[in-house]
Structures are given as C-alpha cells and as structure tokens.
C-alpha cells in the first residue's frame, strides 16, 4: 500500500476545536451528523470527511448524554452498544472497555471509522498492512509492522481508514474502565483481524445483538458522581432522535 492517503491522517492525540460548532449534547451531535452526512454517509467525499471528524470534536462529553447506552458485561473484553442507525449509511455506537482489555489488530472492511474518547483514556497502536499484501491480500504471513502508538484523552478524536492502515485500541488503566463513540460510515457486520506475529488474517463479526434489559456493573469502577445511572435496571434504551432504534450490544470483534 502506497505510504500517502488521501483521508484525514489518524490524529488520536489531536483535540483542536478551531470554528466550533454548536453542538452541546448528543443529541445536538446526532441532529447535525445526520445533517452533515445526508443521505451519503461519508462516502468519497472528504470534505464531508473534515466536517464530521470537527462535529465529533464540538461535542464535550457529558455522562448523561451517554450513560444509558454504556452497557458493560463483567468478563468481556469491551462491549459495542447501537446508539443510532442513522440512515443505513452510517452508525454511531458507544464502546465500553474493560480494565486492561484491549481489541484485537482490525481493519474496517473499507469503512470511515471516527472515534472520540467519552471517559477514561485509551492508546491506539497503528500498524502497516503487510509489505506484499498491497493493503488487502493476507495469503501469505509476516510480522505486522507497529507504525506508532498514540494516547487518547478524554475528548480527544481519531479517524482511522483502511488507506491509513490497521490499529488496535486499549484501555491502558488496571483500575478503570473507559468509554468511547465510534461512527462507520458505510456500517458493516464483517472485518478481518490480525495475528501480530505472523501478520495471518482471519474474518470476525461485528454484527449487533439487540438487548431491552440493561445490566451494567460499569458505574463500580468510575467516579460515583458522573456514571450513578447506570446502576441496574430493566428499561428499552430511552430514544435520542426520532430514528432512533433499541439498543444493541456484541462483545467480541
């Protein structure tokens, strides 16, 4: 794959809010991405590109905007939790990662993927394809290349592409759990994983399960003040637009 990309470079650490948007809750958030995005996604346009990764960094973080759909299963690695279908073009989901847990090496099966750090902190390792894979092929194996590893803060925003690359993303904290939003755009139910060592591929899936019962031990670990909602309960995923459908959740890649 050649080394320059015509996508936004994968700027984990980057937290400029130059021309700010007004965009104050995630509902705010989800109004103007569907604004943004129409009925295109993200599609090849890149300019379209630029103005959601800015909407994504307009939105700070506020728990109560999000903490209905921060479901977490004790022994999981993460889990991945629909927020909004959008139009079928893109999806927006919040991802909850346990202590120390971390995603296998992933592509995105050619989709945008933009992501922006609610609570906690998360590091994100990027790698090179494979040299004779020429970005896609994995018939054959080698080691996968680390590129670089860049931290996430509460806030923070990265945009990641297959022309970019592979990455992984983990909670780096032994003591607390972390919570992140991630848009694809187009959505996709299938993505391949790496071995780091041999560079092998293999396919996984990343299709949703819809959930009605809530039962999260996630508010245990994170300040009591900001994340006491998530306490147990039984409840369908209160509506944040008027597209929006029942909450889902997978727990594996």
């Known amino acids: 794959m050649a080394s320059s990309s015509p996508f936004p470079s994968s700027s984990a650490a980057s937290t400029n809010t130059a ?72 999806n927006l989901l919040i991802l909850v990662w346990g202590e120390g847990q971390s995603s296998p090496i992933h592509d995105h099966a050619g989709s945008h993927c933009m992501m922006k750090l609610l609570a906690g902190e998360l590091n994100e390792d990027l790698f090179a394809w494979p040299a004779q894979a020429g970005g896609c092929d994995t018939s054959d194996t080698e080691n996968l290349r680390l590129k670089r590893t860049a931290p996430l803060k509460t806030n923070s925003v990265a945009y990641m592409h297959d022309n970019i690359g592979l990455h992984r993303i983990g909670n780096p904290s032994s003591t607390q759990k972390a919570v992140s939003l991630h848009l694809y755009s187009p959505p996709y139910n299938m993505c391949k994983t790496f071995n780091e060592s041999t560079g092998a591929a293999a396919s996984s899936s990343c299709t949703a399960e819809r959930l009605t019962k809530l039962n999260s031990t996630f508010s245990a670990t994170l300040p009591a003040h900001n994340y006491a909602c998530l306490s147990n309960t039984t409840a369908h995923i209160s509506v944040l637009t008027g597209a929006h459908k029942s909450g889902a959740a997978i727990t594996s890649m």
């Open 19 to 90: 021309d700010k948007l007004s965009v104050k809750t995630m509902q705010d958030l989800i109004s103007s991405l569907n604004t943004t995005m129409g009925d295109n996604g993200l599609g090849k346009d890149l300019s379209t590109v630029r103005k959601v990764k800015q909407l994504m960094h307009s939105y700070t973080s506020h728990s109560q905007d999000w903490a209905q759909h921060a479901v977490y299963h004790e022994g999981t690695r993460y889990t991945r939790n629909l927020v909004d279908d959008g139009n079928g073009k893109y």
